[in-house]
């Protein structure tokens, strides 16, 4: 079982719509939750980070972290074409590259 | 405030042969990681250097190997290359080896032929 799922999309949506990606993860000792987005030809970017259950607003992005379902999740609110590119989530238990597991990536096309 | 650089950024190899990636970390950073992204797949950790060791490492052979100097840039090489290791080589930089808020660069994608 891999530590954390991510449906890989592709997801099209108009300018201006609710988007809301998910991730699954496995193991209950995973307590930072963290989304990087990533343009084409381009490294990833931290995006959002929290930590144990919750929300976390910044500006049009909300993530939100259920423990008990082992599920995040990013939600972006009157998306924009500069929105377009693909969404890693990831999960660590402690500090340290090694410990973090990257799912597979969500890549979004926002259509104007 | 210059972020993570790498190069070079495109590179095409044959089988067999040998690469080197570079790479330099951001400014005031110490610690470099570098990262395999597969097409369609998120990264997988290859190792993390920290005061010139190599502090951690991924399950890779022992073919992908790398080095750090003392002004903190890194290396990573990649002996007798393989149709499976063409992918996008990422290098990520945090200020000390047990961050994981990571600054990572634009990669440098190897295709081998």
């Known amino acids: 079982q891999k530590e954390v799922e991510q449906d890989p999309g592709p997801l099209s949506v108009p300018e201006g719509a609710i988007v809301s990606l998910n991730c699954t993860y496995s193991n209950s000792a995973f307590q930072y939750f963290m989304w990087y987005r990533q343009y084409s030809r381009k490294g990833p970017e931290l995006l959002m980070y929290?930590?144990?259950?919750g929300n976390k607003e910044d500006g049009r992005f909300t993530a939100q972290v259920d423990k008990s379902s082992k599920y995040i999740s990013l939600f972006i609110r009157d998306s924009q074409p500069s929105d377009s590119a693909t969404y890693l989530c990831?999960?660590?238990?402690?500090?340290?590259?090694?410990?973090?597991?990257f799912g597979t990536g969500t890549r979004l096309t926002v259509i104007p | 405030d210059a972020g993570v650089t790498q190069s070079p950024t495109h590179l095409i190899k044959t089988r067999g042969q040998q690469v080197t990636l570079r790479c330099s970390p951001k400014s005031g950073h110490d610690t470099v990681s570098w990262y395999q992204q597969a097409l369609g797949q998120g990264p997988q950790f290859i190792f993390q250097y920290y005061e010139e060791e190599e502090r951690q490492r991924g399950n890779f052979p022992d073919r992908f190997s790398g080095h750090q100097f003392p002004n903190y840039s890194s290396e990573l090489n990649v002996n007798a290359l393989l149709l499976g290791d063409s992918a996008l080589y990422l290098c990520?930089?945090?200020?000390?080896?047990?961050?994981?808020?990571?600054?990572f660069g634009a990669g440098s994608r190897l295709t081998v032929l």
């Open positions: 929290t930590y144990s259950s």
């Open positions: 990831v999960v660590t238990r402690s500090g340290g590259a090694n410990n973090l597991f």
């Open positions: 990520a930089s945090t200020l000390g080896s047990g961050a994981n808020v990571l600054t």
